[in-house]
């Protein structure tokens, strides 16, 4: 385990990693909030990380297209390449835009729904016990600093909240289905950045 579930956030005390945290939602976040999202299964450790990236259309940024998507407001005709996803329901908990910016679109104790069919670490469903982050991008190439910067705030502040064991890419949980990340994501960067075990890495171990 990366870190002990100490957090006095779990035992109704007040400290600075509770103040972060309301409800589920991260205070350093914007809210967003999507519909789509279920309960968690009853007495669900939630003790994984799964980074994606994404962009709507592929390649292009800042758009807003990806926020539209998270909450079921896309327009399916405003680009050829929608039709391809026309209906489509997903969500992340979090997403980081090529700014840096955090968005949040479902509170942590909720089930997003970004893993899709997928096993990791013995179980499947990875969406029962994950937090879910996307990075705006284009799958296979690499990330902005400022975009690191933010995830590294984000997941040290799940560590403290939660008992995360394990940060995976979706490529990990379904890798028969998935490439993203894929190889622009420097995961060594992220491990150095919060002192965490590299065994907790998939991709450095």
């Not at 109704?12 to 909030?33: D, E, F």
């Not at 179980?123 to 975009?147: A, H, K, P, V, Y």
């Not at 890798?175 to 590299?198: H, I, N, Y």
């Amino acid at each position: 385990m990366m870190q002990a579930m100490t957090s006095p956030e779990h035992r109704g005390g007040c400290s600075p990693a509770a103040a972060l945290w309301q409800n589920g939602w991260y205070r350093y976040a914007r809210a967003l909030a999507s519909p789509n999202f279920d309960a968690r299964p009853a007495s669900t450790a939630i003790d994984l990380i799964v980074i994606h990236s994404i962009s709507l259309p592929p390649g292009e940024f800042g758009n807003g297209c990806v926020q539209r998507l998270f909450t079921n407001q896309l327009d399916w005709d405003a680009h050829p390449y929608f039709q391809g996803i026309r209906g489509l329901q997903v969500s992340s908990h979090f997403f980081i835009t090529r700014l840096g910016a955090l968005w949040q679109f479902v509170a942590c104790g909720d089930r997003a729904w970004h893993a899709g069919q997928s096993s990791y670490r013995g179980r499947g469903n990875c969406n029962d016990d994950s937090i879910g982050i996307e990075l705006e991008g284009l799958e296979g190439d690499t990330f902005e600093q400022c975009q690191y910067e933010t995830l590294t705030g984000l997941c040290a502040a799940l560590l403290d909240a939660y008992p995360i064991a394990h940060i995976a890419g979706h490529e990990h949980i379904a890798p028969k289905r998935k490439t993203d990340p894929g190889p622009g994501f420097d995961w060594s960067a992220l491990q150095r950045s919060l002192a965490s075990p590299p065994q907790c890495f998939p991709a450095i171990s």
